[in-house]
Structure formats: structure tokens, C-alpha cells
């Protein structure tokens, strides 16, 4: 058994003078060893965070070193803290630091998820030269769009969420030195905290006074209005950027997390774009969550991180990963398929050679009612006819009462509030469509990503339409796979007579939908929290009071087949 030498607060200096701190686990006797690196924002001594997935002493007892850096201006390290401002910059100075420590080999790789998955691709991007492999799980590939404004639509619930519950307590401690004034100010963080599950279903104006009492966070709650065209932008995002992150990448994501789309997008474009090895593994998992169960759903044993099919766990598959790239041992792990999902429905992992799959075909199935499609107990039918002449459905849109989310790929604050759950009582309102198939004679695969096509008018200057899948059971539950959504701005004086189309996004899925199952399609103008409620006059409920009801139909007949086309394999 190998002992484990611990070194706490070893400083590391930037160029500009600022120094980092980290702790470093490393096998207490002679010799030299590749480094695992990761660089997060939520402390280095707690082990929720620090290690979270990974056991950090298996890593040391198969040879490597651990290090665990706090980033700048966060926990132990000097500096400001501007959300992947540094990130590029702090992460290749850090990286050439570690491989030139006396026990190290000289190859360092990174791994962590969401922000400290983000910060293993960002220094990539600098091309630190002894960065050989990284391993980012659940995470980013734009800052603004994956976390603040996604196609100009606000998702302040999750920003507010991630600001209020993860950021402010250490910017609390930084700031109030004295113990007085500390914990007066945590009492405060603390009530509001509690109170944040709540105040987010609330579709009132949000200042987030907390951060203005607190006296701290007040450049974070800056960046939810700051310009699309402010060059934090062009620092915190990797999008256009592709072609220079030359490394081998282990993908890891999740069909009900929060960041599975860009996680998806990096894994695409960096197979696309670099030429350098790159793996993909997709789980029925939550943000961050690894466990067999998501929502209100089992997958199964096997579909927990702990196992993985029976064939080790997440530790092992990032030993098997770091072994080939920094020990150069030769691992199984280059000769499978490069690609590794887990299929909802039948619970089973499958090996796949690409994504999206070549063999898939993008089947449209069209909407159809008699113009009463309003709740799960109207008329409203789905299938894979052309409609002929057909009535038009319509709903109105509330701000002020929205539709609620209910599980899905979420990041906001409150008890299991992302996953799979029951859609039946969201179902039951007025101000949605639904559009169900008959129960299905033979087992139907979905795999991939997918779009709804609206044509669409309302009596709003500005509406939004949200579109969910969900697989209903025959015991006539309704669980939700994936949602997207939607901004279509009409002329001024519109009266319902400009007809626009508008096509919907939504984040792929892998489910069987298996006999007796039915397929199903909402459609709606809300989803709230997950997404800020449009108020119908072309701005916020964060920036004035003023809402208006809003009539929103959709048509589904020859000249404008609304539709989804679902990717069947």
C-alpha cells in the first residue's frame, strides 16, 4: 500500500504577481510521477468539491500526483475573481509550474467538472506544452450563452443560483474580516439562501438585493446585462476557438444535465477540428450527479458511475485514460469504439463509432387536432401523416401565472429539481398543447438531437414557445427526456395576421420508447425558472412590471405542418 504525502497552500506565482495556492497529494517515496491537475472556485479543502466523483487516493496509488489549485481570487489564492476571466492564462502558468516540480515527470493532465471542467479546456487553449490529456466532464464551451442568455433568452434562475449559493459565502469571508460582521453577514446569506428555492418560482421583479446588502458580487450580478458585445465574452468562450485545443479529451456528460449541450458540441468539434483522439461517454445523469437515479426515475445499478456497466467506475476510467497519455501504458481504452451512451428505456450501455449516429433516420411527426388540443385531455394527436386542413389550436400566455418547470436538464436551487419526473400535472393547464401518438406496437429508439418546426402567430411584439418530449407510459405517466426553446419577435400591430415560423433546438436524448408507450410533445410559452418568463412586450420581468396576456396559436395543416422531427434509429 502506498502512503500518501499531503502538502497544503503550496503557492504557485503568476506572472503578475498574484499567487495561487494548492494542495498536493503525492506518494510519499522516491521518484517522479505524471500530475493530475484541477483548477476550481469552490475551495480546495472540501472534498464535496475538490473530489467530488473521483477518489483522489486511488489516483496517488496508481502513480500519479494530485493537485487541486483554488483559482484566482477564490478560497486560499490571491486576486480578483472574475468568472473564466484568468482562466487561460492562470491555467497554462499553472500546468508548466506543476510539470516542473521536483517529483513530477513533466506530463500533467487535468480533469473536474462544470467550471473545473471548463478550466482544463480554456488552458488548452493557452497550449501549455506539458498539457498531454484532459478528462472535462459536464461543462461549458460559452459562458454568457451556457449560463446567462441562451439566443438571447435569460436563464437568471440558474446564473442567480450558482452566484447566490456557490460564490458569495467565500466572497462574504474575503470582504468582512471581523467575526462580528462575518457572521452577521452569513446569517444574512444563510436566509437567503433558504428562501431562494421559493423566490425562484416567484415572477415578480428580482433585484437580488442580497448582493447589494451583502455588499459583495456586485461585477457578478453586472454581467447578466452586460452587452453582447463586451470583450469578457471573447475571453470566456471557446466556441470559435475549436482548431486550437490540440489534445486528447475524455467527454463526460449527462442526458439530464444542465451543460450536456455544450459538453456534446465540444466533443463534435474537437473530433472535428483537431485531429486529436477524443472519447465521449453519456450517462442518465444530473448535473454532477452520478448516481443510477435521475429525478423521479431508476436506471438502474449500472448506470451509476459506481459501476458502469460492471466495468469499473469513474476512477478507473480516468486511471485507464491517464495511463495511455501520461505513462504511456497500453490500455484497452484506445481500442473501443470512441463513443459510450447509455440508452433510456431498455437501461443499456452501448459503444457507438460517431455522434450523431450515421444510421439514424430524421423522422417527422406531425401535429393534428380538431383545434382542441389544450392539456393531455384535449384532442391533440401526433404521428407521422401529413395534415391536410386542419383547425388551429390556440392558448393564452400569462407572465404572471407561467407554466412551471418540472425536472429536466436544470442548474437552479431546490430539492431534485432536474431529472426525469411525472409531466401529468403540468399537463392538466390550458395554456399548453398536447400532441401524444397512439401506444406504440414496436419498441421505437430515439438517439440524437432534435427539432421542432412551429408556424405560429401572436397577438405579443415578442413571444417565446418552449417544446418538451416525453415518454408516456401506459400507466399514462409522462416523463420528461429533453426541452428547448424559442424567442420570435412580430411587427408592431401584428393582430395575429403575420405567420412566422420557428424552429426549436432541443438537447439530444437516447430512449427506447418501448410497446404500449407513447410519444409526446408539449408546447408551451413558458418554462420558469429554467428560463426567464417573456412578459409579451418585448423586454423582462427583471426590468419593469409591465406583462400582457398574449394569444399564441399554432397551425398544423398542409401549407404550415408544425411538427417535430425526431431522430430514429
Known amino acids: 500500500m502506498v502512503s500518501i504525502l499531503l502538502q497544503k497552500n503550496v503557492p504557485c506565482m503568476m506572472r503578475d504577481g498574484i499567487t495561487l495556492y494548492a494542495d498536493i497529494y503525492r506518494p510519499d517515496q522516491p521518484g517522479t510521477y505524471p500530475v493530475l491537475l484541477t483548477r476550481l472556485p469552490y475551495g480546495k479543502d472540501n472534498p464535496f468539491y475538490s473530489h467530488r466523483y473521483l477518489d483522489t487516493n486511488r489516483l496517488v496509488e496508481q502513480g500519479y500526483v494530485v493537485i487541486i489549485q483554488d483559482v484566482r481570487g477564490r478560497f486560499q489564492s490571491e486576486g480578483k475573481f472574475y468568472p473564466f476571466l484568468y482562466e487561460a492564462i492562470d491555467g497554462y502558468e499553472t500546468v508548466e509550474w506543476a510539470a516542473n516540480l521536483p517529483f513530477s515527470s513533466g506530463k500533467v493532465g487535468m480533469f473536474g467538472l462544470s467550471y473545473y471542467g471548463y478550466t482544463q479546456l480554456l488552458a488548452a487553449k493557452a497550449k501549455p506544452p506539458h498539457l498531454k490529456a484532459i478528462f472535462p466532464a459536464m461543462t461549458l464551451n460559452n459562458f454568457k450563452e451556457n449560463m446567462i442568455r441562451q439566443d438571447g433568452i435569460c436563464r437568471s434562475a440558474p446564473y442567480k443560483t450558482w452566484v447566490i449559493e456557490y460564490i458569495l459565502p467565500d466572497l462574504i469571508r474575503r470582504k468582512y474580516q471581523a467575526q462580528r460582521t462575518y457572521q452577521a453577514k452569513m446569517n444574512q446569506w444563510v436566509q437567503m439562501l433558504n428562501d431562494l428555492a ?31 458585445d463586451d470583450a469578457l465574452w471573447d475571453e470566456t468562450r471557446i466556441t470559435d476557438d475549436y482548431h486550437q485545443l490540440q489534445i486528447p479529451a475524455y467527454h463526460l456528460a449527462g442526458w439530464y444535465d444542465s451543460l450536456l449541450q455544450s459538453t456534446l458540441e465540444n466533443y463534435q468539434q474537437m473530433a472535428k477540428q483537431t485531429g486529436q483522439p477524443q472519447r465521449l461517454i453519456i450517462g442518465p445523469w444530473t448535473h454532477g450527479d452520478f448516481s443510477g437515479i435521475a429525478g423521479e426515475r431508476s436506471f438502474g445499478i449500472h448506470a451509476s458511475a459506481g459501476f458502469l456497466n460492471q466495468r469499473g ?55 393534428h387536432s380538431k383545434g382542441e388540443a389544450n392539456s393531455r385531455f384535449g384532442d391533440g394527436k401526433l404521428n407521422k401523416i401529413m395534415p391536410d386542413e386542419e383547425p388551429v389550436d390556440s392558448f393564452i400566455h400569462d407572465p404572471l401565472s407561467p407554466v412551471p418547470t418540472n425536472g429536466g436538464q436544470t442548474l437552479f436551487y431546490g430539492v431534485h429539481t432536474s431529472g426525469a419526473k411525472d409531466q401529468r400535472w403540468i399537463e392538466e393547464r390550458e395554456d399548453m398543447l398536447v400532441f401524444t401518438t397512439a401506444p406504440l406496437e414496436e419498441p421505437t429508439e430515439v438517439t440524437g438531437p432534435i427539432k421542432v418546426t412551429l408556424w405560429v402567430t401572436s397577438s405579443a411584439t415578442s413571444a417565446d414557445f418552449n417544446a418538451k418530449l416525453v415518454d408516456v407510459h401506459p400507466d399514462e405517466t409522462a416523463y420528461n427526456l429533453t426541452d428547448g426553446i424559442s424567442r420570435v419577435e412580430f411587427p408592431t400591430g401584428n393582430k395575429n395576421q403575420h405567420i412566422r415560423c420557428v424552429e426549436i433546438a432541443l438537447p439530444a436524448t437516447s430512449n427506447v420508447f418501448l410497446p404500449g408507450h407513447s410519444i409526446r410533445v408539449e408546447i408551451a410559452s413558458s418554462n420558469y425558472p429554467q428560463y426567464d418568463v417573456n412578459p409579451n412586450i418585448g423586454i423582462t420581468l427583471q426590468q419593469s412590471r409591465e406583462a400582457k396576456f398574449a394569444k399564441q396559436t399554432i397551425f398544423h395543416c398542409r401549407d404550415y405542418p408544425s411538427h417535430i422531427v425526431l431522430p430514429i434509429v
Open 198 to 228: 421559493a423566490s425562484l418560482f416567484e415572477t415578480t421583479i428580482e433585484e437580488c438585493s442580497i448582493i447589494e446588502e451583502l455588499g459583495v458580487g456586485e461585477r457578478l450580478k453586472r454581467l447578466v446585462s452586460l452587452p453582447d
Open 313 to 367: 467506475d469513474l476512477t478507473n476510467l480516468h486511471i485507464r485514460w491517464f495511463n495511455y497519455w501520461l505513462k504511456g501504458i497500453s490500455e484497452d481504452i484506445t481500442e473501443e469504439p470512441p463513443i459510450k451512451l447509455f440508452v433510456m428505456g431498455i437501461n443499456q450501455w452501448r459503444y457507438e463509432q460517431s455522434w450523431p449516429l450515421v444510421r439514424t433516420a430524421y423522422v417527422p411527426y406531425y401535429f
